[in-house]
T-cell receptor
Framework: GQNIDQPTEMTATEGAIVQINCTYQTSGFNGLFWYQQHAGEAPTFLSYNVLDGLEEKGRFSSFLSRSKGYSYLLLKELQMKDSASYLCAGSDSNYQLIWGAGTKLIIKP | GAVVSQHPSRVICKSGTSVKIECRSLDFQATTMFWYRQFPKQSLMLMATSNEGSKATYEQGVEKDKFLINHASLTLSTLTVTSAHPEDSSFYIC?????????????FGPGTRLTVL
């Protein structure tokens, strides 16, 4: 079966670094997406990885290991506005996105 | 670029009425659009995949006669919730895949909050 696992909730401190992990099992693989969703709003695209390694984009970086079926999203210099849910989604052989349940990130001052 | 609009943003209706939600890709062509539903504090649930010019593909457990989907052009898909009931109250979000891009990123509309009284 297809499955995406990520922690339900994480807490971090403003200015710190946090890593949100995601493991995936998909039928075929066409990449791994990370989206950010603030409460009451639609998701917005953060990153896409299809090759192994780290993709850096400002304060946010995303890592992929295809052999381990593993990805993480790294957020640096946390700001209060980063409080949101972070959704991991794997793309299967039909290019369908398989969604994780999301990780709610709580930032404390 | 890659903007998706959704209308209306919020709708309140009486039980038994039908509600139509529009999803438009404003600056790109989308042969495929997706309709999601999200209940409070839960993740996105894919309802159906909407393909331009053909019938939508519904996920298991989603009634196709209750949630009518039409994707008549490369920039517009509509979802009609027929005979809505209070349990249909939810946040409905559409997304569109840009046919011209190399990978299948989905661009999301802002969502429609439906409240059925």
């Amino acid at each position: 079966g297809q499955n995406i696992d990520q922690p339900t909730e994480m807490t971090a401190t403003e200015g710190a670094i946090v890593q949100i992990n995601c493991t995936y099992q998909t039928s075929g693989f066409n990449g791994l997406f990370w989206y950010q969703q603030h409460a009451g709003e639609a998701p917005t695209f953060l990153s896409y990885n299809v090759l192994d390694g780290l993709e850096e984009k400002g304060r946010f970086s995303s890592f992929l290991s295809r052999s381990k079926g593993y990805s993480y999203l790294l957020l640096k210099e946390l700001q209060m506005k980063d409080s949101a849910s972070y959704l991991c989604a794997g793309s299967d052989s039909n290019y369908q996105l398989i969604w994780g349940a999301g990780t709610k990130l709580i930032i404390k001052p | 670029g890659a903007v998706v609009s959704q209308h209306p943003s919020r709708v309140i209706c009486k039980s038994g009425t039908s509600v139509k939600i529009e999803c438009r890709s404003l600056d790109f062509q989308a042969t495929t659009m997706f309709w999601y539903r999200q209940f409070p504090k839960q993740s996105l649930m894919l309802m159906a995949t909407s393909n331009e010019g053909s019938k939508a593909t519904y996920e298991q457990g989603v009634e196709k006669d209750k949630f009518l989907i039409n994707h008549a052009s490369l920039t517009l898909s509509t979802l009609t919730v027929t005979s809505a009931h209070p349990e249909d109250s939810s946040f409905y979000i559409c997304s569109a895949r840009d046919s011209g891009r190399d990978y299948n990123e989905q661009f999301f509309g802002p969502g429609t909050r439906l409240t059925v009284l």
